[in-house]
T-cell receptor, first 113, second 115 residues
């Protein structure tokens, strides 16, 4: 499939370890943030979201942290598995009611068995 | 893929030919979007629609047009394809119940090669 990870920052972790993927966003007025996972040859898949009135949200094995002071998002994946290997994008909402998003360029997560 | 299909999934065409990509949704979502994805650029918005017959430009709209004649279909047309339009194209949908911003869900993509 297509290597959408070309020239991307790469995070390499051992299976079973925790992963932390970071993202800096651009607009201090953004009020909604999303993390997506993209496997080779597939479309981006929603993982978790967070609104600006929260600083932490947990899902199944994933946690998103939001620091509005420094405009920073992070995605934590617990007990990383080989199936977590993919490119991860953050996105911020800047379009208000039109739901337009700005996407980061992504981080390639490589899980070593 | 959240009830979103794209057709064709792969296409090879020649410079100067017209190309139309189709996005079809079964979710009855109000908003639909076309993106292109290229190495080093991430996802970039081409055009979007906020209702039937209501569309607007994104950041990379030159050389593209769109149409939305019914809620479920959003068409992207390259009037005269160029090699710079070789890319992977993704459709996305979203809704805003009660006016609250919500996530976008993506289709499987169309790989377009312009020779």
């Amino acid at each position: 499939g297509e290597n959408v990870g070309l020239h991307l920052p790469t995070l390499s972790v051992q299976e079973g370890d925790n992963s932390i993927i970071n993202c800096a966003y651009s607009n201090s007025a953004s009020d909604y943030f999303i993390w997506y996972k993209q496997e080779s040859g597939k479309g981006p898949q929603f993982i978790i979201d967070i609104r600006s009135n929260m600083d932490k949200r947990q899902g199944q094995r994933v946690t998103v942290l939001l620091n509005k002071t420094v405009k920073h998002l992070s995605l934590q994946i617990a007990a990383t598995q080989p199936g977590d290997s993919a490119v991860y994008f953050c996105a911020e909402n800047y379009g208000g009611a039109t739901n337009k998003l700005i996407f980061g360029t992504g981080t390639l997560l490589a899980v070593q068995p | 893929d959240a009830g979103i299909t794209q057709s064709p999934r792969h296409k090879v065409t020649e410079t100067g030919t017209p190309v139309t990509l189709r996005c079809h949704q079964t979710e009855n979502h109000r908003y639909m979007y076309w993106y292109r994805q290229d190495p080093g650029h991430g996802l970039r918005l081409i055009h979007y629609s906020y209702g039937v017959k209501d569309t607007d430009k994104g950041e990379v709209s030159d050389g593209y047009s769109v149409s939305r004649s019914k809620t479920e279909d959003f068409l992207l047309t390259l009037e005269s394809a160029t090699s710079s339009q070789t890319s992977v194209y993704f459709c996305a949908i979203s809704d805003a119940p009660g006016g609250v911003t919500n996530t976008q869900y993506f289709g499987p993509g169309t790989r377009l090669t312009v020779l």
